[in-house]
């Protein structure tokens, strides 16, 4: 996530959320608890800034998924996931504010480094392969 430019409330949303070849500083955030199964999820590079999903056009699946996934300062409504194991240690990120809208990543094009990142996260009604992720706490 490039949350460089998110350092006030924009009720869009702002910055870019996509994929990167191996894992760096900028994939690197803290599962911020709530009650229950209830978590925002922060930039370490950038505090402050959110994982924000905006799934309120996600009315089916579609093979490309849909809706908007970038960040916000502060977290509110928009920024809280319910996180869910599925199974091999493998989890899901599900929208408080949409349920049965998950957060999507395609990155079957990236297959070495890219300084801005590439590929595609977004949203998606229910869950299958691409709403699948892995958590390594370090």
């Given at each position: 996530m490039d949350g460089g430019s998110v350092t006030?409330?924009?009720?869009?949303?702002?910055?870019?959320?996509?994929?990167q070849y191996g894992a760096g500083p900028y994939e690197m955030f803290v599962l911020r608890a709530y009650s229950g199964d209830q978590f925002s999820i922060e930039s370490l590079q950038f505090p402050g800034a959110?994982?924000?999903?905006?799934g309120g056009s996600v009315k089916r699946a579609t093979s490309t998924g849909s809706g908007t996934v970038n960040a916000q300062f502060t977290a509110g409504p928009y920024e809280r996931f319910a996180v869910r194991q599925v199974s091999g240690g493998q989890y899901s990120f599900e929208s408080v504010q949409f349920p049965g809208v998950f957060m999507r990543m395609d990155g079957?094009?990236?297959t070495k480094p890219n300084g801005?990142?590439?590929g595609t996260v977004n949203c998606q009604l229910g869950v299958g392969p691409w709403e699948l992720f892995y958590i390594?706490?370090?």
């Open positions: 006030s409330f924009n009720g869009a949303g702002a910055g870019t959320v996509n994929c959110f994982l924000r999903m905006d079957s094009s990236v801005g990142g590439s390594h706490v370090i």
